[in-house]
């Protein structure tokens, strides 16, 4: 099998493999550009940021991947994670902070809102499954209308505070430093602790694709339904399961994520689900279903973030941001379109 993939890899023409390796060399001259345009970027300390940053998009690719690979989507995600770290965030402000949003609410241990919020993701997450698997509805309708349900009830949440819209911020000791706690190596190398958690969540999602029957029939779900459908596979239960093992994710995302910034409002998690997607698409996840690993999503993350993180650092103007971000994405999914007609 290695020895096919290598010799179809050698029978492509160069014009071919440009094509192939088009986004790479487009993201590597893009990361060149930000690190000849200060080359004071590359430090232990930009690349450690860009790791605490890009890890709850690692946890959230983590989601939204495994629903790319069942053929469909999600962009109920960044709005999940808004909601979900706003009530985290409410649950465990420091008890001597004045203006707490639960002024009663005594010191709740950490698990406590951790729970909350993986049910509450959870719960958008069968949501979804349900409208996907059993209503047949298309995936992208059904969770953008998640989204809009989850963005109203963080704004109405949200607002619910004694000071209306302002961030709740103020968070428990405990709290932030279960996140932002480091392990020190060496003096300039302190890694936080929400990477090793992304690193946890990784590895177990790496093993629920690669050792599980319920990832043998996610791929296989996403590589032709009818096929797996004869084959004896329980779509719809599959599917559930899928979307809300993402909805959990997303919920564990926004209670680091809350945590790691300091604050949260309604609008975190904007954008955060295109993030996810791009994270997905640039680590070889594939829109035609079916294709798809962890290291490719780990990957995509980091890149992405290390782009973001970048542009942001040498100052380029974050409506320009948005664009390149645009077109990354649009080049991502026209390659990943033509490799599955060239499949076809």
């Given amino acids: 099998m290695e020895l096919s993939k290598k010799l179809r890899f050698t029978n492509k023409t160069p014009r071919e493999l440009l094509l192939d390796f088009s986004l790479y060399i487009v993201l590597a001259a893009l990361i060149a550009i930000i690190i000849s345009m200060d080359t004071s970027f590359v430090s232990p300390k930009n690349f450690i940021n860009i790791l605490a940053q890009a890890s709850t ?7 939204a991947a495994g629903l790319i690979i069942l ?3 999600d962009l109920s995600a960044g709005r999940v994670l808004g909601l979900t770290s706003l009530i985290a965030a409410s649950l465990l402000q420091s008890t001597t902070y004045a203006s707490r949003m639960y002024p009663d609410l005594p010191q709740l241990p950490l698990w406590l809102p951790l729970i909350i919020v993986i049910v509450v993701g959870g719960i958008f997450g069968l949501i979804n499954g349900f409208g996907v698997a059993i209503l047949k509805v298309h995936a992208f309708i059904i969770t953008l209308g998640t989204q809009l349900v989850a963005y109203g009830i963080a704004l109405i949440y949200q607002q619910q505070q ?10 428990d000791d405990r709290y932030r430093n279960l996140v932002n706690g480091t392990v020190n190596f060496t003096k300039d190398i302190q890694i936080p602790y929400v990477v090793f958690y992304a690193i946890v969540v990784c590895v177990i999602m790496w093993i629920i694709w690669n050792k599980t029957q319920l990832g043998k029939n996610m791929y296989a779900i996403g590589g032709n339904i009818e096929a797996a459908e004869v084959s004896g ?7 559930l399961i899928i979307f809300l093992i993402s909805g959990i994710l997303y919920g564990l995302a926004g209670y680091l994520e809350a945590a790691r910034v300091g604050s949260t409002t309604s609008n975190t998690g ?3 689900d295109l993030d996810a997607i ?9 829109f035609s279903g079916g294709i798809g690993t962890i290291p490719g999503v780990i990957i995509g993350a980091i890149i992405l973030q290390f782009i973001n993180y970048g542009l942001a650092y040498v100052g380029v103007n974050p409506n320009y941001q948005y664009i390149i971000k645009g077109l990354i994405i649009i080049l991502a999914v026209a390659i990943d379109v033509r490799k599955y007609i060239k499949r076809k």
């Fill in 278 to 286: 791009s994270a997905s698409v640039i680590g070889g996840v594939s």
């Fill in 233 to 239: 596979v329980n779509i719809v239960k599959n599917i």
């Fill in 162 to 171: 004694a000071g209306g819209a302002q961030p709740i911020a103020n968070f």
């Fill in 57 to 63: 998009r690692i946890i959230m690719a983590c989601g």
């Fill in 270 to 272: 904007l954008n955060y």
């Fill in 71 to 73: 053929g469909g989507t």
